[in-house]
């Protein structure tokens, strides 16, 4: 079972899921800087915070320096969200790692950690946001 299928029982996708750690790393964040940290077109992450907004996980707040600029803040729904997406998670790397020993499954994470880090990934994106990035940017 893919980790989006997952997620589905939680009336949730994995874009939803990124955007609510992201916001959790960085609790106040801007739209726009969330944006570019995720590396997504901004449109798209207004749409994905609207349907976030609406079922009560995240809470936009006016910037107490720009009044333009929103506040991106968790819900405690929202942290109640996270923690199931954890769960899932953990269902679904354990589902994927069954195969593996404690040493392989540790190999294995150095291993993916430094292919990350070698191509330019973040710690906490999903490498589909960063895909997006590089797409734009070779657009011009």
């Given at each position: ?37 995720l590396g997504i077109v901004p449109s798209r992450l207004v749409e994905l915070l609207d349907e976030l907004d609406r079922r ?85």
């Open positions: 079972m893919k980790f989006g299928e997952r997620m589905a029982s939680l009336d949730l996708t994995p874009p939803h899921a990124g955007i609510l750690r992201a916001i959790l790393a960085s609790e106040g964040t801007s739209q726009k800087a969330l944006a570019e940290t009560g996980l995240v809470e936009r707040r006016n910037d107490e320096d720009d009044r333009r600029v929103y506040a991106l803040h968790l819900t405690k729904k929202g942290a109640s969200a996270l923690e199931s997406i954890g769960r899932v998670g953990r269902d679904h790397e354990e589902s994927l790692l069954a195969a593996l020993t404690p040493a392989e499954r540790e190999t294995l994470t150095t291993l993916l950690a430094r292919v990350a880090e070698h191509q330019g990934l973040h710690p906490g994106v999903h490498p589909g946001y960063s895909k997006l990035r590089r797409q734009r940017r070779a657009r011009g």
